[in-house]
């Protein structure tokens, strides 16, 4: 198959680990006989640099044309003086916003060679294998009104969404469900909240289109709490946008490091942007030590999610395991007898996995 990538290094550790990520996309390519092209555009410090704005026409133009993006991370203290609408991250909240990209998808795994990192006891982590579906461009960070009132003696947040906007981030819950281990909990505060309510409604609709998926709901509340006491009761879960933003920070201290962690946000029709859950790290940006495996891990989830290759993705995902096993490691990542390495070669050893 042909597939157009666009990568946006962004800032600090952005460009290394967005190389690392390349370096196996195009180990993949070979080894399955697919063609992918890449093409290279600024976003966030680096595009206010090169171009006076964090978020360029160009950049946009290409990621609407791209079959994939894969992201690295931007900000940094450089920009940090720069008024609001001029600030890095504004490149990541527009591109997200205006390529409609509703679902974000955070897997959280717990490798085995890690499992000692985590802060809870290995027992309860091994074996966790979970995807939080979180629902991304509506819910309360977007309701209006949002605003003070009456001098400052009163506030009010809104949280609102349309049917059509719940429909399709619980059908690509399902459908995520039905690449993994088909158990979907939707997570809601149904006995408080109006929306949830009608979210829950929702969920018992669509899951007739889904017959071979087993759906529960859940009470935030008590989801929040199962997460750490037993994150293996947990396949695929999909919430609203603040509940999916909470649960997923709380959800990634399961597997002891930010540099592991990817993940996605993706529209309808398959198009998606990949990137580390990490920021542009620039206490170690360009001394080659910034772990490059949730940029690698994140490549392989465009594999999966955008172009339909699961055989690919596992393949990346297995070498990442195996690399684990042999206990190569980056110095963010404290491995009991383990070999640290920089980023470089631990992403050349991902590649020799393959
Ligand atoms: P950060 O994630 O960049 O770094 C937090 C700590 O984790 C640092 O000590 C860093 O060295 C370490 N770390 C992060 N990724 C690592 C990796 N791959 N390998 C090894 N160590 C790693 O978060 P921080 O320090 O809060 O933010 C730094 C900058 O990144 C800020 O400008 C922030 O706005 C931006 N940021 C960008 C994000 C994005 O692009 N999606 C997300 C979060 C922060
Ligand atoms: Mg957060």
């Known amino acids: 198959m042909k597939k157009h990538i666009v990568l946006l290094p962004g800032d600090g550790i952005g460009p290394e680990v967005t190389k690392a990520a390349k370096r196996v996309l195009e180990t993949t390519a070979e080894q399955f006989g697919h063609t992918f092209t890449f093409e290279t555009q600024d976003i966030g410090g680096a595009a206010i640099d090169h171009q006076g704005t964090p978020l360029p026409e160009d950049t946009l133009a290409a990621c609407r044309k791209a079959d994939g993006i894969v992201l690295g991370a931007v900000g940094g203290p450089k920009w940090e003086h720069l008024p609001g609408h001029l600030r890095p991250e504004k490149g990541l909240l527009g591109i997200r916003k205006q390529l409609g990209l509703f679902a974000n998808l955070r897997p959280i795994k717990g490798f085995p ?14 074996g966790s294998d979970l995807l939080i579906v979180r629902e991304l461009t509506g819910g309360l960070y977007f309701g209006e009104p949002r605003e003070r009132r009456n001098q400052n003696t009163e506030v009010v947040d809104t949280l609102t969404y349309t049917r059509a906007e719940i429909e399709r981030i619980v059908d690509q819950a399902f459908q995520s469900a039905q690449l993994r281990r088909r158990h979907l909990t939707s997570v809601d505060k149904a006995n408080v909240l109006e929306s949830s309510r009608m979210w829950r409604e929702i969920v018992e609709e669509k899951k007739h289109d889904y017959p071979d998926v087993e759906v529960e709901h859940m009470l ?41 962690l990817p993940s996605a946000s993706i529209r309808e029709d398959g198009l998606g942007l990949y990137e580390p859950v990490h920021g542009s790290a620039p206490d170690i940006a360009g001394q080659d030590k910034a772990n490059p495996l949730a940029a690698i891990l994140s490549a392989a989830m465009m594999l999966r999610y955008s172009f339909q290759m699961s055989e690919e993705a596992d393949e990346v995902e297995a070498a990442v395991h195996a690399v684990l096993q042999d206990k190569y490691h980056t110095a963010d990542l404290k491995v009991a007898g383990g070999i640290q390495v920089s980023g470089s070669v631990l992403a050349n050893k991902v590649s020799e996995q393959m």
């Open 220 to 260: 935030v509340d008590a989801a929040a709490m199962k997460l750490i006491t037993n994150p293996t009761y947990f396949d695929v879960l999909v919430t609203e946008n603040m509940f999916g933003d909470i649960l997923s920070d709380e959800a990634s201290v399961l597997t002891g490091s930010l540099g592991m």
């Open 113 to 126: 060679s890690l499992l000692h990192a985590s802060p809870l006891k290995r027992e309860v982590v091994e």
